[in-house]
């Protein structure tokens, strides 16, 4: 549950900082939001 809170709350923030710093300052938080992305999905089991 952790790692999908923090997925959430990066993922928020990376819009809001989108609609009211701009597309450069958006960019600066995928790097992060990619990782927490990519450490909630490596602790999915598949079907």
Known sequence: ????NRYY???KEMAYVY???GIEEG???VA???K???TLTSGMKTF
């Open 1 to 4: 549950m952790a790692a999908f």
């Open 9 to 11: 709350e990066l993922g």
């Open 19 to 21: 609609l009211t710093e």
């Open 27 to 29: 960019h600066l938080l």
């Open 32 to 34: 992060d939001f990619d």
């Open 36 to 38: 927490s992305a990519q």
